[in-house]
Nanobody, 117 residues
Framework: QVQLVESGGDSVQPGGSLRLSCAAARSIVGRYVMGWYRQPPGNQRDLVATISTTGATNYADSVKGRFTISRDIAKNTVYLQMSSLNVEDTAVYYC???????????WGQGTQVTVSS
């Protein structure tokens, strides 16, 4: 079992910024691919960004240039820095880790981000 705890979600105005954090209970950051996903109301959960074991990053086209995924291996934490937020970024944001040996995904409980004026 892997525990992931997200934090940092809030309500902001368009153009604002937020930083989400995902704290892992075990030393998995840097050892596995980790990512952020989001699920807008009434929609499916979609990939936002991933960070590989080497630190390589990947982003959905909709967030490129606005969001940055990073990690602190010593703190077992992955971050998502979000800027230039718009109403379409409103969603519950989930942290994810994939274990290739067992082919299992683990998710956090999610953190709500609301962008409105």
């Amino acid at each position: 079992q892997v525990q992931l705890v997200e934090s940092g979600g809030d309500s902001v105005q368009p153009g604002g910024s937020l930083r989400l954090s995902c704290a892992a209970a075990r030393s998995i950051v840097g050892r596995y691919v980790m990512g952020w996903y989001r699920q807008p109301p009434g929609n499916q959960r979609d990939l936002v960004a991933t960070i590989s074991t080497t630190g390589a990053t990947n982003y959905a086209d909709s967030v490129k240039g606005r969001f940055t995924i990073s990690r602190d291996i010593a703190k077992n934490t992955v971050y998502l820095q979000m800027s230039s937020l718009n109403v379409e970024d409103t969603a519950v944001y989930y942290c994810n880790v994939f274990f290739p040996a067992s082919r299992r995904n683990y998710w956090g409980q999610g953190t709500q981000v609301t962008v409105s004026s």
